[in-house]
């Protein structure tokens, strides 16, 4: 079964920094582009980054641009994502995604379960 799995989370003081992790199993992530979103308490979920298949071009959005980083690893067969000078509103349960292929761009197909990032001021 195709999985994806998240990790890395955890609780951190405001301008801190934490590198989350998302590993697959059964598939080779390098071919797939891989997003990374995330959903805060009471909000819809929304695309912060993601990293093309193959080539990997990486794109972020407007908002984290310049303190988020995402980035791959083709012999762990994972996709990272380097969050840096937290702030509270980073709060939120962070997940990846693959998509169907190569472009960041949806339908996204799997979803991990997900990795809470809690900043505190």
């Known amino acids: 079964q195709l999985q994806l799995v998240e990790s890395g989370g955890g609780l951190v003081q405001s301008g801190g920094s934490l590198r989350l992790s998302c590993t697959a199993s059964?598939?080779?992530?390098?071919?797939?582009?891989i997003g990374w979103f995330r959903q805060a308490p009471g909000k819809e979920r929304e695309g912060v980054a993601c990293?093309?298949?193959?080539?990997?071009?990486?794109y972020y959005v407007d908002s984290v641009k310049g303190r988020f980083t995402i980035s791959r690893d083709n012999a762990e067969n994972a996709v990272f994502l380097q969050i840096d000078t937290l702030t509270p509103e980073d709060t939120a349960v962070y997940y990846c995604?693959?998509?169907?292929?190569?472009?960041?761009?949806?339908?996204?197909?799997?979803w991990g379960h997900g990795t809470q990032v809690t900043v505190s001021s």
């Open positions: 995604a693959r998509g169907r292929e190569a472009l960041c761009e949806a339908p996204w197909h799997y």
């Open positions: 059964r598939f080779t992530l390098d071919y797939y582009a």
């Open positions: 990293i093309s298949g193959g080539d990997g071009i990486t």
